[in-house]
């Protein structure tokens, strides 16, 4: 099978893939449907539904401070309206029909089959241009077969990272498109929408220029991709910057596209833009002109924003570093993953590199170099992904293409073979191929350790908040039912009670929150007798503990003597009081008794 140009009909494309694309949904509706029943959402999700509902209810567009997350200070949050509009949009949509709480579950399946049909239509469309109907179909339908791609875009999952990937697929129609400057401005004003959303796509963007400066190098008539991508990205992140924070907001802050990014994006593309039009295009020349014109803009960079020149949580105070940063599961490497779904994410990528090995050897010399690129950036976004792992997704949905190349490939072979028994065979040799994890989860829970030995007689063991109980609206209801207060509660518990109840918290899992997230931690951390002044120093009305996830057997295991390892074993300090209803629960809720007055004796009280 060479490599070349499809010859697809666009009504025949268009029936593959809305057919794959019902069948990834029935699939995605049907794993997340246990979720969704209870509204059991993870916790970014669960806080961006919470942001929403703010909007809705009357908070500015412009203002994202949540008010409800320690609530003398209300601080700031850095995510965007992008992601928050098309969940308002459903909810505003649907509310007069059925209901805001209906309206808010219908949301939380369109939306994200929505960003579904975006990535299925532009790996299908890219990969049907290159080799043509069969590919385009198998390839879109590989976006199913990879876990953390799918995870992304399935119901309930309505936090960002699903348009970042919808984002970085439909960067590359642009990438593999032979007009250099419709390439150059689709590829740019996606991957600005993917920045403008979330810093993790900068990276992404980074190899993309990399690869169009490579490009460049090669044929000079490729500069003009580089230039139009980056002066397409820089327009679209100011655009956006205006259109979401508000054009006279000149705030910065290190981990969002602020107006340094912006100044070093306008300096980066016009001096490109510069370099392009000169009549030297020399490799040794590009390079010199593009370190130059990077050396200028990180200068201004700098200059503006000079804390920001260093790792974004590098400064984090220790504590919050050390009990939350470092136990963030999908910004650690891969080598911290569980195995069971680390492994067969690997094998899948691995797999995607060979097929793009194997398709560089078949294709003509026409596209020979295109290929390549693609390996390239592959390769690029596979290193990527074994650094951080949430960009594991952006590198699955650069191999969704090779996959379904390779794929097609080999089912091709299969066809040909002769007898039955060895189809059948080759056929499952394959399936094992292309979906590992059908052999590596399903063996996981026989060679899995044994849980440590619980904190405290009554504890239970560690588990994920998600298979806890302790997010079950019907639990927090009666939560819900108390007076309205601020909870004193932990971080994967936090937006469950945002969500679910009036209630405010302390503190949750989002940085800009430092000072609480670190006296939350301490909290957790300290003896009851030391905590009850830093719970009363929070203003909050209740703690609340969830006694079976891994956080409070973090901070158990920690301080045996601590405040969560004391209400993990279901003792309860003086100045706490438990609430009536959570005696069954794994998750525990005491009311902070009023601190009582010191008495002032005077000779006439004697």
């Given at each position: ?59 500015a ?5 949540q ?23 459903v ?25 579904l ?123 956006l ?38 009549n030297?295009?020399s ?6 002109a ?10 201004l ?33 891969i ?20 097929a ?41 949905v650069i ?21 039955p028994v ?10 094992i191929?292309v ?16 849980p ?70 301490a ?12 719970v ?7 703690v ?21 390892a ?8 003086d100045?706490?009081e ?27 009280m004697?």
């Amino acid at each position: 099978m060479n490599v070349e140009p499809g010859r697809t009909q666009p009504a025949g494309i268009a029936q593959r893939l809305l057919l794959v694309w019902l069948v990834l949904s029935a699939i995605a509706l049907a794993v997340a449907a246990p979720r969704l029943a209870e509204l059991n959402l993870r916790g970014d999700d669960a806080l961006r539904l919470v942001q929403v509902r703010d909007l809705i209810g009357g908070q500015a567009w412009f203002d994202l401070r949540q008010y409800r997350i320690d609530p003398a200070a209300g601080p700031l949050m850095h995510w965007s309206r992008l992601v928050d509009a098309p969940i308002a949009l459903v909810v505003l949509l649907l509310t007069p029909l059925v209901g805001q709480p209906d309206a808010e579950m219908a949301a939380l399946v369109v939306v994200p089959l929505l960003t579904l049909g975006v990535v299925v239509a532009a790996v299908g469309v890219a990969a049907g241009r290159l080799f043509g109907l069969r590919v385009a179909g198998l390839a879109a339908l590989s976006v199913g077969l990879l876990g953390p791609v799918l995870f992304q875009l399935q119901p309930t999952r309505i936090d960002h990272h699903g348009w970042q990937v919808a984002a970085i697929a439909v960067a590359l129609l642009g990438f593999l498109s032979h007009d250099v400057r419709l390439g150059g401005i689709v590829s740019g004003i996606a991957l600005g929408i993917g920045m403008t959303i979330s810093l993790e796509a900068l990276p992404v963007a980074a190899i993309f220029a990399a690869i169009y400066a490579l490009r460049w190098m090669r044929e000079a008539w490729e500069g003009e991709r580089l230039a139009w991508f980056l002066f397409a990205m820089a327009a679209t992140l100011a655009g956006l910057y205006a259109a979401t924070l508000g054009p006279g907001n000149l705030s910065s802050y290190c981990d969002a596209i602020g107006p340094a990014h912006i100044a070093f994006f306008i300096v980066v593309a016009a001096g490109t833009f510069a370099a392009t039009r000169s009549n030297r295009c020399s490799p040794g020349f590009i390079a010199a002109a593009l370190g130059a014109t990077g050396l200028a803009g990180l200068t201004l960079f700098g200059t503006v924003a000079p804390d920001c020149m260093r790792m974004p949580f590098g400064a984090l105070d220790p504590l919050v570093r050390d009990y939350w940063y470092l136990n963030v599961g999908e910004g650690r490497p891969i080598w911290v993953q569980d195995p069971a779904l680390a492994v067969p994410a690997v094998i899948q990528l691995c797999l995607a590199l060979v097929a793009c090995a194997l398709m560089l050897r078949r294709t003509g010399c026409a596209r020979r170099w295109l290929v390549f690129d693609y390996l390239l950036l592959l390769v690029g976004v596979t290193v990527l992904a074994l650094l951080v792992w949430r960009s594991m997704a952006f590198a699955g949905v650069i191999a969704a293409i090779p996959l379904g190349w390779l794929v097609a490939h080999a089912m091709k072979r299969i066809e040909s073979l002769q007898r039955p028994v060895a189809k059948v065979v080759a056929l499952a040799i394959l399936a094992i191929a292309v979906m590992p994890a059908i052999i590596i989860q399903t063996s996981a829970p026989l060679l899995a350790r044994q849980p440590a030995t619980p904190v405290g007689a009554a504890a239970a063991p560690a588990r994920s908040v998600t298979d806890s109980s302790c997010r079950d609206k019907k639990i927090l209801a009666r939560f819900a039912a108390v007076p309205t207060g601020t909870a004193f509660a932990q971080f994967d518990v936090g937006p469950a009670i945002l969500l679910h109840t009036p209630h405010a918290v302390a503190a949750t899992g989002h940085h800009r929150a430092e000072q609480a997230m670190r006296e939350t931690i301490a909290g957790m951390l300290a003896t009851p007798d030391e905590a009850e002044s830093i719970v009363r120093a929070r203003s909050a009305d209740y703690v609340v503990l969830c006694r079976d996830i891994s956080e409070t057997a973090m901070f158990a295991e920690a301080a045996p003597d601590g405040l969560a390892a004391t209400l993990r074993g279901r003792e309860t300090p003086d100045w706490l009081e438990p609430l009536s209803g959570f005696e069954n629960s794994s998750l525990g809720v005491w009311r902070v008794r009023q601190a009582a007055r010191k008495s002032i004796a005077t000779p006439l009280m004697q």
